[in-house]
């Protein structure tokens, strides 16, 4: 007959080691995580929505904008720390702040097409392991053009947005 107190001991390890390695896993480890599982890559790395993304610019803006109607049309901005081209200006805080409300360090809103709204629940700890993750990512230096308001005539590749009815 099976007794269930005779796997007790090889249960109670399992669980202990599963426990011990997400507690060994670092905010940067968690960040890249996170970034991954939210796809972050396919609207803030270029070649991404070409078919090719350019993994060596992870994370360094995007070359196709966003177009939606009356809005205008935007592209994923560069979120490696360059400081002229990326975040490297921002502090940790800026940063937070972006993901859960939506509001740059200017005081401007993010782009339409940025899903800051879909983070704004985020627990904290996994708002600063996005955090440091982009903090730590090498530097790409590319200046993402953009945004352009409606009337603006726009140079590169874009698709639209058509909202329901539209």
């Known amino acids: 007959m099976f007794n269930l107190r005779s796997i007790a001991p090889l249960v109670y390890l399992v669980v202990s080691l599963a426990g011990a390695a997400v507690a060994e896993e670092t905010p940067i480890e968690r960040g890249a995580y996170l970034?991954?599982?939210?796809?972050?890559?396919?609207?803030?790395?270029?070649?991404h929505f070409l078919g090719q993304p350019d993994q060596s610019r992870?994370?360094?803006?995007?070359?196709?904008?966003?177009?939606?109607?009356?809005?205008?049309?935007?592209?994923?901005?560069n979120l490696t720390p360059d400081a002229k081209t990326g975040l490297g200006n921002w502090t940790e805080a800026e940063i937070m702040t972006a993901l859960t409300t939506g509001v740059r360090p200017d005081g401007r809103q993010l782009a339409p097409a940025m899903p800051w709204m879909s983070y704004a629940n985020l627990a904290t700890q996994d708002v600063h392991a996005i955090t440091a993750y982009l903090k730590s990512l090498p530097v790409v230096s590319n200046k993402v053009i953009g945004p352009f308001g409606p009337s603006e005539t726009v140079q590169g590749f874009v698709m639209r947005v058509i909202p329901p009815g539209g």
């Open 35 to 47: 970034v991954t599982i939210a796809g972050c890559g396919d609207c803030h790395t270029p070649g």
């Open 58 to 77: 992870l994370l360094g803006g995007s070359d196709v904008g966003f177009e939606i109607p009356g809005l205008g049309t935007f592209y994923g901005p």
